[in-house]
Nanobody
């Protein structure tokens, strides 16, 4: 069982940066791939980024590649999403998530079974 709590969202202007954090409970954090997803009003939830258990592998949506960086600190049970050069189209609720199964690397939202409550990111033009 994994419980996730996001923080770090807010209202910023286009071109600014934000860093999201996701604190996980439980002693098995390092056994899980971790992912970030987002959902804008009226839109489906979409994949943003994922990181493997030991940080050796990362994946990004094309829309954020080169601007966002996912990282994790297993000693702190925390995963981060550094977001630079933010655009109005990045406005969404951002969720961190862990797959239903440990030891699995996936970017498919329907394979993630543990979700945080979400944090709002709003980018004004």
């Amino acid at each position: 069982q994994v419980q996730l709590v996001e923080s770090g969202g807010g209202l910023v202007q286009a071109g600014a940066s934000l860093r999201l954090s996701c604190a996980a409970s439980g002693r098995t954090f390092s056994s899980y791939t971790m992912g970030w997803f987002r959902q804008a009003p009226g839109e489906e939830r979409e994949f943003v980024a994922a990181i493997s258990r030991s940080s050796t592998r990362t994946s990004y949506a094309d829309s954020v590649k080169g601007r966002f960086t996912i990282s994790r600190d297993n000693a702190k049970n925390t995963v981060y999403l550094q977001m630079n050069s933010l655009k109005p189209e990045d406005t969404a609720v951002y969720y961190c998530a862990a797959p239903r199964q440990t030891m699995v690397y996936t970017t498919r939202w329907n394979e993630y079974g543990y979700w945080g409550q979400g944090t709002q990111v709003t980018v004004s033009s």
